[in-house]
């Protein structure tokens, strides 16, 4: 298995542009997970998915954070206009919503707005 | 909230050392798990272990849990460089889907 792919790896964006995150959790696991890591703030839980659902988004910071899961295998996490304060690395991570299976994170996306 | 604290915040030790790092919680659980994330990279776990366990082994790893104390510790026997990074604990609930993270133990092994 390919574990969770995370797209891109890096991006570098200017001030109000939109910013869109791509995440291809493992195949066969039905909850997907958003966090956003900084030095100040240490590792946040954004939104996450089961079933392609949203259940609990009360970790988005603002209405310029979106998020979507069409299918099973793809979500994005969209940011719309960007600000300098939301460069961070963003982790996706899935998992089997089935007794204590963990969570399997993508390496991230480091996102530098300027 | 549902958050593991743990201690120290960072530890240095030289290779072939044993590290241990602590954990604390306030809420009830079912499980707690050790995740691992090393530079530049996504979280990865490490050990669970159950409730009703006192200690867990593997490989190099040893876990224990009092759950009277509501605390965990992870040890790491005969460290290695590569064992150099952030150690995670993350209590939980198994009807609890999302995990939140503490600060972590940030782990230096000197060669």
């Known amino acids: 298995d390919a574990g969770v792919i995370q797209s891109p790896r890096h991006e570098v964006t200017e001030m109000g542009q939109e910013v869109t995150l791509r995440c291809k959790p493992i195949s066969g696991h ?7 890591q900084t030095m100040m703030r240490g590792l946040e839980l954004l939104i996450y998915f089961n079933n392609n ?3 609990d988004d009360s970790g988005m910071p603002e209405d310029r954070f979106s998020a979507k899961m069409p299918n099973a295998s793809f979500s994005t996490l969209k940011i719309q206009p960007s600000e300098p304060r939301d460069s961070a690395v963003y982790f ?14 993508g390496n991230g996306t480091r996102l530098t707005v300027t | ?7 120290p915040q960072a530890l240095s030790i030289q290779e072939g050392e044993n590290a241990t790092m602590n954990c604390s919680y306030k809420t009830s659980i079912n499980n707690l ?3 691992r994330q090393n530079s530049g990279r996504g ?9 009703n366990e006192r200690e ?4 190099r790893l040893r876990v224990t849990l009092d759950t009277s104390k509501k605390s965990s510790s992870l040890l790491i026997t005969a460290s290695r460089a590569a064992d150099t990074a952030s150690y995670f604990c993350v209590p939980s609930n198994t009807g609890r889907r999302a995990l939140t993270f503490g600060s972590g133990t940030r782990l230096q092994v000197q060669p």
């Open chain 1, 30 to 36: 039905n909850s997907l997970f958003w966090y956003r």
């Open chain 1, 53 to 55: 659902v949203p259940i």
């Open chain 1, 92 to 105: 996706c991570a899935s998992r089997q919503d089935r007794g204590n299976s963990p969570l399997h994170f």
């Open chain 2, 1 to 7: 909230s549902q958050q593991g604290e743990e201690d």
């Open chain 2, 33 to 35: 798990q050790w995740y």
């Open chain 2, 43 to 51: 979280l990865v776990h490490l050990i669970l272990i159950r409730s």
């Open chain 2, 56 to 59: 867990k082994h593997s490989g």
